[in-house]
């Protein structure tokens, strides 16, 4: 069984920061990609910054120079460290893990809220 465990979420100002973490455990192995989602109410979940296992990085434009995906292999661990935050950024938060043998999983979101 997996488990996939975001924490870190919660209440920031305009211009704030947050850190977010996402830990994978249980009978997953060969993690490849490790991902950041975001749902905001009545939109569609969309991509904010992704990590393969060789250190490919991409992020979505609205939080290019404000948000940074890093990821620790040896535990399984995923980061997302939100600089400047925005109201606009106010959403649930998702982790995907992604295997090599493309199976992939979900965590159960965080709350982030930010206020002007």
């Known amino acids: 069984q997996v488990q996939v465990v975001e924490s870190g979420g919660g209440l920031a100002q305009a211009g704030g920061s947050l850190r977010l973490s996402c830990a994978a455990s249980g009978s997953i192995f060969n993690i490849n990609r490790m991902a950041w989602h975001r749902q905001a109410p009545g939109k569609q979940r969309e991509l904010v910054a992704g990590i393969t296992n060789d250190g490919r990085i991409n992020y979505a434009d609205s939080v290019k120079g404000r948000f940074t995906i890093s990821r620790d292999n040896a535990r399984n661990t995923v980061y997302l460290q939100m600089n400047s935050l925005k109201p606009e950024d106010t959403a649930v938060y998702y982790c995907?893990?992604?295997?090599?043998?493309?199976?992939?999983?979900w965590g159960q979101g965080t709350q982030v809220t930010v206020s002007s």
């Open positions: 995907k893990i992604v295997t090599m043998t493309l199976y992939d999983y």
